[in-house]
Nanobody, 126 residues
């Protein structure tokens, strides 16, 4: 069972950037399809981005396309989310998730993922 720990959140002004990390302990990330989700205040959890177990496929929500980049470093067993041009609407608790590799693509539904981190808060001020 992989364990996930997010970090890198914080307070940033609109237009700024942050890089979130999702450190995994246990099995290598190459065994999992991975994703980032977020939940804003008073909102449901939303899909943000996903990366396939082989790293060759990525998928983004329309709201972050062109601004966010998902990546991973297998040697460090860590996944990242580079967030640029941040907007106040990006304010949320960001969580990483791992699911069995080979999910039907794109894997945007949270119920596909069996392992979750505790989340890291991102707050974007206007």
């Amino acid at each position: 069972q992989v364990q996930l720990v997010e970090s890198g959140g914080g307070l940033v002004q609109a237009g700024g950037s942050l890089r979130l990390s999702c450190a995994a302990s246990g099995p290598t990330l190459s065994r999992y399809d991975m994703a980032w989700f977020r939940q804003g205040p008073g909102k449901e959890r939303d899909f943000v981005a996903a990366i396939s177990w082989g790293g060759s496929s990525t998928h983004y929500a329309d709201s972050v396309q062109g601004r966010f980049t998902i990546s991973r470093d297998i040697a460090k067993n860590t996944m990242y989310l580079q967030m640029n041009s941040l907007k106040p609407d990006d304010t949320a608790l960001y969580s990483c998730a791992a699911g069995p590799r080979g999910l039907s693509w794109p894997p945007v539904r949270g119920e596909l993922y069996g392992n979750w981190g505790q989340g890291t808060q991102v707050t974007v001020s206007s």
